[in-house]
């Protein structure tokens, strides 16, 4: 059945992720799925007619939520679609191109050779030992987050020395600050990555202690108060995934998504005065629309998958 | 005779360029007003007048004198104690390094700071300013200037902040961009101690070394380059480093110093770039195009000067 076929049928029933009272819909959660695969697979063939650096960033936007669920059955799925088109991409030269053409963009590729899996690294490994590539200068955190997936990829390549800052310390005093942008969600998902490499024995060491808690769920309760359905979406996943999500706050959660409908472009676009991009990173609007929707189907299997990251910390 | 002249001039000519870009400075002082930022990430623009506080510091702490400091000194003052300082504390993390910068240039006046040291003091020692993801220069940054205040926390890890740079990762030279260099001036300012420990603090002779080739080898890239700024950086980095430049290393720098000071204006101006030069010559670039490249030069050729009579 069609992507629109679904859309169709699913019309005269309800259309929203959650129930009234919380609970997740299956059939609206297949739905946005089965969207989130076809709006993917538009993006990947626009690269592939067109490799070009605003294509790139369009992709690293969906790519650095879903490398954090691809164990998941959405993300299983997306993330064998962006494999193989990353796989053609590296063999024909495109990535490598790409990487070496401007330093700027070596974290999105860093994250679509991860997606490829082993492929044979020959050129980007020579421009590697030859300090072509892969060692500009980026802030700590983001350079380690950067240096790790290269090293995943089978790529021998230098590593950061080791960062003093606790991950606890770098994340929640920010809750002090007067205002949140992306760069909050963007060191969130960086933090994220780190956490996430402690599952890997050679790189464990790197990552410096510390679980922060406090800014991801300050954020999330933020962005639940001011209806930002964009950021809710990716917040509540890496909350219930890596920082933490105490049950009333999921609950909270549940109940607020319960009036949003099961499609990307029913989450829009965080609000007009949080600015979107960083100093390092621009995301394109159907990018940020995209990320929000693999945040949110991450997020329902991440629940039904049972996951509970430190749920009994404190709020 | 001839030769003596030759030197003597040369000697004066430093002097005369720093004096110079000091009066385009003072002529100028208007610009560095905080004013509202409107896409920085803080809602106000302090970066030209703590800029010009470092400027000041540096100069103080090196013993040069010129006329036209006392009156910079007493404007900045002036302006920043118009500011709420506390209010930009607390505003974001980045706060951090503009405030330990003010620090030192208020040490060397004598004067008390334009905020309260003990608030500053709290929201170190609660670890606010840890609070971002910052270049490993720009964490360098941070650290030099709280040790310069007395708060000396950070200073252990500079060594392996330096390491985590562009330089510090053996960045092929053809690779870098301009905010590696920058990274990479701004870390020599800090290791060096703005020039006041020439052999650059934390550093093992092979480090040292390859230092003191690559900044020439970069300076001698950036005279292709169309970046005046970045070159002044360059050379004044290696005054600091008190590198002996005789032979081919020599060559270089004098070659660069002359394509250098083929761009100032009469008025005691740099521009930065070939498109801002071309505005400054029909008298349309902006304060904010010119003051930075204009502080580097009174830098250069005071250490310059220094150089010549030593």
């Known amino acids: 059945m069609t992507c629109a076929a679904q859309i169709a049928e699913t019309a005269s029933c309800e259309r929203t992720l959650f129930t009234p009272d919380g609970q997740a819909r299956a059939a609206a959660h297949e739905l946005l799925a089965a969207q989130l695969e076809e709006q993917l697979s538009t993006v990947l063939g626009d690269f592939e007619a067109a490799p070009s650096r605003a294509g790139l960033l369009e992709l690293g936007t969906i790519a650095e939520v879903l490398v954090l669920g691809r164990d998941l059955p959405t993300g299983r799925r997306l993330a064998s679609s962006v ?180 499609s990307p472009e029913s989450l829009g676009l965080p609000p007009d005065d949080i600015s979107r991009d960083t100093d390092y990173f621009e995301r394109p609007v159907r990018g940020l629309r995209i990320r929000s929707g693999v945040g949110l189907a991450l997020f329902i299997e991440s629940i039904q998958q049972g996951e509970h990251t430190c749920t009994t910390r404190p709020f | 005779m001839m030769q003596f002249l030759t030197t003597l001039l040369d000697r004066r000519k430093p002097e005369s360029l720093a004096h110079k870009g000091l009066e385009w400075l003072w002529a100028n002082r208007g610009g560095f007003q905080i004013t509202e930022s409107k896409d920085g990430d803080m809602p106000w623009e302090v970066k030209p007048l703590v800029e010009l506080m470092f400027l000041l510091t540096v100069l103080k702490r090196h013993g ?104 510090g990762r053996r960045q092929h030279l053809a690779r870098y961009s301009i905010g590696d260099l920058y990274s990479l001036t701004h870390a020599v300012f800090y290791l060096t101690d703005i020039g006041l420990q020439p052999s650059a603090r934390h550093l093992d002779k092979e480090t040292d070394l390859r230092l003191r080739r690559e900044l020439i080898q970069l300076s001698a890239m950036m005279v292709r380059g169309d970046n005046i700024d970045v070159l002044g950086e360059l050379l004044l980095c290696c005054l600091m480093c008190g590198m002996e430049l005789g032979g081919h290393d020599g060559l270089i720098f004098r070659q660069a110093l002359r394509f250098l000071e083929g761009w100032h204006f009469s008025d005691g101006s740099l521009p930065p770039t070939r498109a801002v030069f071309e505005k400054a010559k029909n008298g349309s670039a902006d304060f904010a195009s010119l003051y930075h490249t204009t502080l580097v030069s009174v830098l250069l050729y005071s250490f310059l000067r220094k150089a010549n009579l030593s």
């Not at chain 1, 917040?235 to 049950?247: K, N, Y």
Request: glycine share 6%; with cysteine.
């Open chain 1, 83 to 262: 494999g193989a088109a990353a796989a053609r991409w590296s063999q024909s030269g495109i990535l490598e191109s790409l990487c070496f053409t401007e330093a700027q963009l070596t974290y999105h590729i860093a994250l679509l050779l991860l997606f490829a899996g082993g492929q044979p690294r020959d050129v980007l490994q020579a421009l590697c030992d030859r300090g072509l590539i892969g060692r500009s200068e980026w802030p700590l955190l983001t350079q380690l987050s950067v240096s790790a997936m290269f090293f995943q990829c089978g790529l021998e390549t230098i590593l950061p020395k080791a960062e003093h800052a606790d991950l606890t310390v770098r994340l929640d005093k920010r809750c002090l600050r007067a205002k949140s942008n992306e760069y909050d969600l963007s060191l969130l998902l960086t933090v994220a990555q780190l956490i996430d490499l402690r599952r890997i024995e050679q790189l464990r060491t790197l990552v410096p202690p510390g679980t922060p808690g406090m800014l991801p769920r300050l954020l999330l309760t933020q962005a639940l108060r001011a209806g930002n359905w964009n950021w809710v979406a990716v917040l509540a996943f890496l909350c219930h995934r890596f920082f933490g999500l105490p049950e009333h706050l999921e609950h909270a959660t549940r109940l607020a998504l319960s009036r949003v409908d099961a």
């Open chain 2, 64 to 167: 040069f004198r010129y006329p036209l400091m006392d009156p910079l000194t007493t404007f900045a003052i002036e302006t920043a104690n118009n500011f709420d300082w506390h209010q930009m504390a607390a505003y974001d993390p980045s706060a951090a390094t503009p405030l330990a910068l003010l620090a030192p240039f208020y040490n060397t006046t004598g004067r008390p700071l334009p905020f309260e040291d003990t608030y500053f003091r709290y929201l170190t020692r609660i670890r606010f300013f840890e609070g971002m993801d910052r270049l490993p220069y720009r964490q360098m940054d941070f650290a030099y200037s709280l040790g310069v205040t007395g708060i000396h926390d950070y200073e252990p890890y500079l060594a392996s902040w330096f390491e985590n740079t562009a330089f």
